[in-house]
């Protein structure tokens, strides 16, 4: 076995500059055109490295698919997928008022740097550094790079289901947690809407004809959100809402969106029963309720332990002190590949701060070391 990974140069200014020139692509997931620059953009970075690229066209206005591999050594039929997103939830011009792109200090600021364009550009570049020196994967190396991964992959989900079924380890580029950890195991979460049609009226002088859906919306609100449940790792987020048309009327609409995280797959299922079947508080209202589980939750298995165990073994090479966080709310792609029983190991990608938020940044500092692990598993997980 060659080991270049171990002592191949990795240029932390090369590393910079690559991440700069991702994120100065702004790709917010439901913006098609913007998002297909960015796939444009990682079609000619495959294009480098000789990766036999696959771009399939987006759906219902989703930016493309774009997919690379690499045969490796083996010419095994099961190998390492790197699941990667390049869509932000930042929208254009973020890069220049909200979150200027800079550097100050250890930190490069910008938006879509720690959640996860750096990510997906440090498992880029190792891939490219061990080619270049004349390595090369034991395994079968495919990248997938989705492009609306914030909006819960609803175009790419099966895509990611079919390629974690031909999967030996998933590795994803997600960012790391509380100073560098990785991520084994993740909330489900589920999403729902409920709209209410009630009866309008004058609300001054026929008030009592009225149905306010607006008053049914809030009393379900209060009970849906004492549903949550911290020992048992459930919460419930009324985040989005809707209704009414002027404050002298009585609302005959009203729109509710909510979050449900849970930690086992038990608990969201009989959430998702309980929260299909309610019915209106007021029977002159009527009450639809829309929604399920979007990701199943990702939980430890002895595989995934053991995934971890070697990218630490790797990592504790070069001095970094790989550790692992669990039941992190957050959801990701790595909850749909490891729903496949694929080992899936997350939480890869760079370390830094603030995701989704205006202060978004990565530490530069944490880019060569985690770039030296992932150019360690291409080239020896086997
Ligand atoms: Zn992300």
């Known amino acids: 076995m060659t080991d270049i990974a171990a002592s191949a140069d990795l240029s932390t200014e090369d590393l910079v500059q690559g991440v700069i020139d991702w994120i100065s692509i702004e790709s917010p997931s439901l913006d ?19 990766l036999e690229t696959e771009r399939t066209p987006g759906e219902d206005g989703w930016g493309d698919l774009i997919r690379g591999r690499a045969p490796g050594l083996a010419r095994a039929n099961k190998g390492i ?18 979150n200027p792109i800079r550097i100050e200090g250890d930190n490069l600021f910008g938006p879509g740097t720690y959640d996860m364009k750096a990510g997906a550009y440090i498992a880029y570049y190792a891939f490219k550094r061990l080619l270049e020196e004349g390595g090369e994967p034991i395994l079968p190396v495919t990248f997938m790079y989705i492009p609306e991964e914030e909006r819960g992959s609803p175009y790419s989900r099966k895509y990611i289901a079919e390629e974690a079924r031909k999967a030996k380890y998933v590795l994803v580029t997600e960012p790391a947690r509380d100073g560098g950890k990785v991520v084994v195991e993740r909330k489900g979460s589920a999403r729902y809407k409920i709209a209410a049609e009630g009866r309008p009226a004058h609300s001054g002088s026929k008030h009592e004809y009225g149905r306010s859906a607006i008053k049914e919306i809030a009393k379900h609100i209060c009970e849906i959100e004492s549903w949550t449940d911290y020992d048992r790792g459930i919460t419930f987020n009324a985040g989005l809402i809707s209704g009414g048309t002027g404050v002298n009327v009585v609302p005959q609409h009203c729109q509710l969106e909510v979050d449900n995280r849970f930690e086992r797959l038990e608990d969201g299922q009989e959430f998702e029963e309980r929260i299909l079947g309610l019915g209106p508080y007021n029977p002159d209202v009527k009450l639809t309720v829309t929604g399920s589980i979007m990701r199943p939750p990702m939980n430890i298995t002895d595989a995934i332990l053991d995934l971890f165990q070697k990218a630490r073994a790797f990592s ?19 909850n749909l590949t490891a729903a496949e029983g694929a080992p899936t190991l997350d939480g890869l990608g760079a370390d830094g701060y603030g995701a989704h938020q205006l202060d978004e940044h990565i530490y530069i500092s944490s880019l060569e070391p985690r770039a030296r692990t ?4 291409f080239e020896r997980l086997d």
Do not use: C
């Not at 997928?81 to 909200?98: A, Q, R």
């Open 81 to 98: 997928l790197v699941v990667s997103h390049i869509d932000t939830v930042h929208p254009i011009g973020t890069k220049e008022s909200g």
């Open 374 to 377: 992932w150019m360690k598993l």
């Open 32 to 50: 098609t055109d913007a998002v297909n620059r960015m796939v444009d953009h990682v079609e000619s970075e495959f294009e480098v490295v000789g």
């Open 316 to 334: 504790l090479e070069h001095g970094l002190d790989l550790q692992f966080t669990s039941r992190t709310g957050g959801g990701s792609d790595g």
